[in-house]
Structure formats: structure tokens, C-alpha cells
């Protein structure tokens, strides 16, 4: 038997019907004839079978220990299913039912997936390579199952604008460097090698990301100190601690890939999983945030910090549906979002808006950016130097202001007739203005393609 490889553009019609491309049709029709098994599976994608290739998964099932929560779900996720049978044209003709529960409609990619072949709606596929890639530890196990190559785990880690993170920084050193979101170690690591000279603290609020950061910085653990802590505490933590001026800082903010690429965590809605979203172990989530907060609450999330056109009725459609029963994961969020909004904007997903703006609400982002810009920087020795990535205009927003505000720019509105806000000048801006990845990191890491690194020195008695 032929293996049912490739994919291919294809479209579904008015009529929900969908052709199959000439190649996979012919072998599907040579090996197995034309009754087929389509059922549901993931979000957005049906998964065609050949009717023996079915049957033969129905024996297994019927071998499987039933109330296995695995074969339990299994069975729920294809329960849509219907025997269907091919036309003379390549054409099966989807039920409504099934389109429906699916949600695959218009254009559409079919693909060969060794023994049966998948409809997936074109978008999702596009959103789903560039946005729900690998974890490391999956990297990991398919490298050992010599199903991919190394150098795919070492990408999944690079952090952003690394070369000149160590370039603003390095100026500061000797002295200690507080890497504020350490996450998994990637700059701190790189700024460690780089300045024998600097000595580290290294601050998240992920107590996860700090065992992998601390399994990767062990070659340094004599330099290294890592402190489960959200940052706006730093100063209380540096009291506490009893340590020295900071001579660098470092805050690369948003969340890791160890937390977009988990699913129990929340943060995807590209993999269903609990509506979690939360950075640390503390606090209300995601879904308990949906639950209680009212509408206009709601509204002004959905819009200030995802800058969600359909704010007003994504929020109406949230409190109707949570009168039935509570959005408990990411999957039946994303899937209320989409009944509202439609794919008006083909580009991105419809929920990444409402996502965005959920995690940042959950994780108080901005609240903790400003809390925390301020003192740090002020704690800064003379000469000390503060390096900022954002990932959004929200975050950049608070960041160039503060920046601009602690070098002595006057903040008063315009139209005030005088100064009075009275700036104080504690910090000369390094970067004139923002620093971006350039192409080759953008291609390199996605990831980066948002980045803007803003960095300041600390003025005052003994700057070099
Ligand atoms: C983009 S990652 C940092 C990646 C890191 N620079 C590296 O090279 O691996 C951001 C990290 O900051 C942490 N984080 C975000 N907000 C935080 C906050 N307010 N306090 C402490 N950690 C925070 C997240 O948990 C996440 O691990």
C-alpha cells in the first residue's frame, strides 16, 4: 500500500462537499475503493479514512480498556463521524453536522497523513505552523526517535536580540546583574559567559522556568543566585537579600516558550487545554476571570489591552454562554470568540486578540511593568545600565516614557502653559530608538518579530 503523503489546496462548497486533489483521490480509490470514514478529531480539522484503515482502528478500540480516559476521549472526539463514499469526481460530500462541530468550511488543505488523509482549514494550518511549535521536550523525544535533528531543540531556546542585549549591558559590568524574568536562561547565560565579572540574580515569577534556568546556568552556580518572585518586588528582594547596587538590569518581558508551548498551561488556543494563562502558581485564572468579572469589565479588557474592535459583543457573548455553564478551556473560548467575531481578519486568528488581552489581565502585565520600572531603575549604582524588551505597543509605551520621563524630558501635557511635572534627570537614554531584530533573527525565531529592546545608563556621582 502507497503511503498518503503531501498537502494540497483543495475547497469545500456551498454544498459541503469537498474534492479530494487528483493524486491522494487516485490512491485512496486504488488501495481502499471509495467508502470512507469521516469523522472529527481536532478543532478545524477532519480526518478522512478509508473504511478498512477505520475498521481496523475500531478493533483496537474494542480491545482497549473502555473507561481508559485516553480511549474514552478518543472515542468522544470521533463520535461525529459518518460512512460516506467518494463520487466519480474525487467528491465527498461533508454532513452539516459535522461541519459544524468541526468548524472546516471554504478554503481548505488536504493532506496525506501516512494512512488516512485530513481537511484542515487553510488558516488554522497557517496559524498553526507559525504559532503552536514544538516544545522542547517533545524536540527532545522525536531527536531521540531519530525523527528530527538537534539543532531543532537548541532553536526552540534562542532568546531575542541576545548580541545586543550583551552589548548594552556589558559597559555596566563588573557588579551584579539582575536578569528580572530569567525564564529559561538564555540571556543571562550569554551575558555569564560574556562578562566574567558580572554576578547574577535572576528573578521569575515561574518557578518551572527557574529549575531549567538553574539546570542550564550551572556551570556558573557560584555566580548564580535564582529567586521565585515576581519583579515589581525587587527592591524589597534586593533589601532582603542585603545585595549591592544592581550594575545591570535586565527585563525581557512576556511569556516564554515553555509556557506558549505547554497546553495544560492555558496560553494557546491553538491546542486545546484548562483556561489557565497564568505566569506563576498564584492568583485567579484565566477561566475564574471569565466567570466573574461584569460586562463592562470585560470590555474594557477585551479593548485596552487586546485593542479588540468586538470587544462589546465577544464580552455579551461570554456572559450569556457562562450562564449556561463556565468556559473552562481554551478550546470552548476560542470557539465562542470565533461565532462572533467570524475570520474577518484572515491573518490572525480570531481569539488571538481576546487571548492576548485575557493574559495580560490575568498576569497584571502592565501593572507590573509599572511598579516596577521606576525603582529599579533609580536602584541602579552610578553608571548602571537597564535593558528592556517589550512585545507589544502597551508594554513599549510605558517603557519609552518612563525612560524619556527619568532622563529629565518634561511629561506635563501639552497644553499645560508651564512645566510642572518638574523631571528629574537619573538616567541618559542609551538607545535612540528602539532596537529591532533585523530579518535574519525574525526568520530564524518568529518569536522575535515583535521585539523592541530600550535601554538607559544611570547617572550620578562616579558614572564613568
Ligand atoms: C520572554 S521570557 C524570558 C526569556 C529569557 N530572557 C531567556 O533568555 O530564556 C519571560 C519570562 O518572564 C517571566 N515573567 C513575566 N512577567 C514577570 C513578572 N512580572 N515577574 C517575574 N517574572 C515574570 C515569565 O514567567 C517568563 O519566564
Same mark, same amino acid.
Given at each position: 500500500?502507497?503511503?498518503?503523503r503531501?498537502?494540497f489546496?483543495?475547497?469545500?462548497?456551498a454544498?459541503?462537499?469537498?474534492?479530494?486533489?487528483?493524486?491522494?483521490?487516485?490512491q485512496?480509490?486504488?488501495?481502499?475503493?471509495?467508502?470512507?470514514?469521516?469523522c472529527?478529531?481536532?478543532?478545524?480539522?477532519?480526518?478522512?479514512?478509508?473504511?478498512?484503515?477505520?475498521?481496523?482502528?475500531?478493533e483496537?478500540l474494542?480491545?482497549?480498556?473502555?473507561?481508559?480516559?485516553?480511549?474514552?476521549?478518543?472515542?468522544?472526539?470521533v463520535n461525529?463521524?459518518?460512512?460516506?463514499?467518494?463520487?466519480?469526481q474525487g467528491?465527498?460530500?461533508?454532513?452539516?453536522l459535522?461541519?459544524?462541530?468541526?468548524?472546516?468550511?471554504?478554503?481548505?488543505?488536504?493532506?496525506?497523513?501516512?494512512?488516512?488523509?485530513?481537511?484542515?482549514?487553510?488558516?488554522?494550518?497557517?496559524?498553526?505552523?507559525?504559532?503552536?511549535s514544538?516544545?522542547?521536550?517533545?524536540?527532545?523525544?522525536?531527536a531521540?526517535?531519530e525523527?528530527?535533528?538537534?539543532?531543532?531543540?537548541?532553536s526552540?531556546?534562542?532568546?531575542?536580540?541576545?548580541?545586543r542585549?550583551?552589548?548594552l549591558?556589558?559597559?555596566? @559590568?563588573p557588579?551584579?546583574l539582575?536578569?528580572?524574568?530569567?525564564?529559561l536562561?538564555?540571556?543571562?547565560?550569554a551575558?555569564?559567559?560574556?562578562?566574567r565579572?558580572?554576578?547574577?540574580?535572576?528573578?521569575?515569577?515561574?518557578?518551572?522556568?527557574l529549575?531549567?534556568?538553574?539546570?542550564?546556568?550551572?556551570?556558573?552556580?557560584?555566580r548564580?543566585?535564582?529567586?521565585e518572585?515576581?519583579?515589581?518586588?525587587?527592591?524589597?528582594?534586593?533589601?532582603?537579600?542585603?545585595?549591592? @547596587?544592581?550594575?545591570?538590569i535586565l527585563?525581557?518581558?512576556?511569556?516564554?516558550?515553555?509556557?506558549?508551548?505547554t497546553?495544560e498551561?492555558?496560553?494557546?488556543?491553538q491546542v486545546?487545554?484548562?483556561?489557565?494563562m497564568?505566569?506563576?502558581?498564584?492568583?485567579?485564572?484565566?477561566?475564574?476571570?471569565?466567570?466573574?468579572?461584569?460586562?463592562?469589565?470585560l470590555?474594557?479588557?477585551?479593548?485596552?489591552?487586546?485593542?479588540?474592535?468586538?470587544?462589546?459583543a465577544i464580552?455579551?457573548?461570554?456572559?450569556?454562554?457562562?450562564?449556561?455553564?463556565?468556559?473552562?478551556?481554551?478550546g470552548?473560548?476560542?470557539?465562542?470568540?470565533?461565532s462572533v467575531?467570524?475570520?474577518?481578519?484572515?491573518?490572525?486568528?480570531?481569539?488571538?486578540r481576546?487571548?492576548?488581552a485575557?493574559?495580560?489581565?490575568?498576569?497584571?502585565?502592565?501593572?507590573?511593568?509599572?511598579?516596577?520600572l521606576e525603582?529599579?531603575?533609580?536602584?541602579?549604582?552610578?553608571?548602571?545600565?537597564i535593558?528592556?524588551?517589550?512585545?507589544?505597543?502597551?508594554?513599549d509605551?510605558?517603557?519609552k516614557?518612563?525612560?524619556?520621563?527619568?532622563?529629565?524630558?518634561?511629561?506635563?501635557?501639552?497644553?499645560?502653559p508651564?512645566?510642572?511635572c518638574?523631571?528629574?534627570?537619573?538616567v541618559?537614554?542609551?538607545?535612540?530608538?528602539p532596537?529591532?531584530p533585523?530579518?535574519?533573527?525574525?526568520?530564524?525565531?518568529?518569536r @522575535?518579530r515583535?521585539?523592541?529592546?530600550?535601554?538607559?545608563?544611570?547617572?550620578?556621582?562616579?558614572?564613568?
Amino acid at each position: 500500500m502507497e503511503r498518503f503523503r503531501g498537502g494540497f489546496p483543495a475547497t469545500i462548497d456551498a454544498k459541503g462537499r469537498v474534492k479530494l486533489p487528483a493524486r491522494l483521490r487516485e490512491q485512496l480509490e486504488a488501495d481502499f475503493g471509495r467508502e470512507v470514514y469521516v469523522c472529527s478529531f481536532f478543532p478545524h480539522e477532519l480526518r478522512v479514512y478509508p473504511l478498512a484503515v477505520w475498521q481496523a482502528v475500531e478493533e483496537q478500540l474494542l480491545k482497549k480498556p473502555a473507561m481508559k480516559p485516553a480511549v474514552l476521549k478518543l472515542v468522544e472526539r470521533v463520535n461525529y463521524g459518518q460512512l460516506l463514499e467518494m463520487d466519480d469526481q474525487g467528491r465527498i460530500l461533508v454532513p452539516a453536522l459535522l461541519r459544524e462541530m468541526v468548524n472546516v468550511e471554504g478554503e481548505v488543505v488536504v493532506s496525506g497523513r501516512i494512512n488516512h488523509l485530513a481537511v484542515t482549514n487553510r488558516t488554522r494550518a497557517a496559524s498553526f505552523l507559525e504559532e503552536a511549535s514544538l516544545s522542547d521536550e517533545e524536540l527532545e523525544e522525536l531527536a531521540q526517535l531519530e525523527l528530527c535533528w538537534r539543532t531543532a531543540v537548541a532553536s526552540e531556546h534562542l532568546p531575542v536580540l541576545t548580541d545586543r542585549v550583551v552589548e548594552l549591558l556589558s559597559p555596566a @559590568a563588573p557588579g551584579l546583574l539582575v536578569d528580572a524574568t530569567i525564564g529559561l536562561g538564555g540571556h543571562a547565560e550569554a551575558l555569564l559567559r560574556s562578562e566574567r565579572g558580572f554576578r547574577l540574580l535572576g528573578l521569575d515569577r515561574d518557578p518551572l522556568a527557574l529549575a531549567r534556568a538553574g539546570e542550564r546556568l550551572r556551570d556558573f552556580s557560584d555566580r548564580v543566585r535564582l529567586e521565585e518572585s515576581s519583579f515589581d518586588r525587587l527592591p524589597a528582594i534586593l533589601d532582603r537579600l542585603q545585595l549591592e @547596587a544592581p550594575a545591570a538590569i535586565l527585563a525581557d518581558l512576556g511569556c516564554s516558550s515553555l509556557q506558549l508551548d505547554t497546553p495544560e498551561r492555558g496560553f494557546s488556543f491553538q491546542v486545546d487545554g484548562p483556561l489557565d494563562m497564568r505566569m506563576g502558581a498564584d492568583g485567579p485564572t484565566a477561566a475564574d476571570l471569565l466567570e466573574t468579572a461584569d460586562w463592562e469589565e470585560l470590555v474594557r479588557i477585551l479593548r485596552d489591552y487586546g485593542e479588540e474592535r468586538h470587544a462589546r459583543a465577544i464580552s455579551r457573548a461570554i456572559i450569556a454562554r457562562r450562564a449556561d455553564s463556565p468556559i473552562r478551556t481554551t478550546g470552548e473560548l476560542s470557539r465562542l470568540v470565533r461565532s462572533v467575531v467570524g475570520e474577518s481578519d484572515r491573518r490572525i486568528h480570531p481569539a488571538t486578540r481576546t487571548v492576548q488581552a485575557l493574559r495580560i489581565a490575568v498576569n497584571d502585565e502592565l501593572g507590573q511593568l509599572e511598579t516596577f520600572l521606576e525603582p529599579a531603575v533609580r536602584s541602579l549604582r552610578p553608571g548602571g545600565r537597564i535593558a528592556v524588551i517589550a512585545f507589544h505597543s502597551l508594554e513599549d509605551r510605558i517603557v519609552k516614557h518612563t525612560m524619556r520621563r527619568l532622563a529629565g524630558s518634561c511629561s506635563c501635557p501639552p497644553d499645560f502653559p508651564v512645566c510642572r511635572c518638574q523631571p528629574e534627570e537619573v538616567v541618559r537614554v542609551v538607545t535612540r530608538s528602539p532596537v529591532r531584530p533585523d530579518d535574519d533573527e525574525v526568520e530564524r525565531n518568529p518569536r @522575535a518579530r515583535s521585539a523592541r529592546l530600550r535601554a538607559a545608563e544611570r547617572l550620578g556621582e562616579g558614572t564613568p
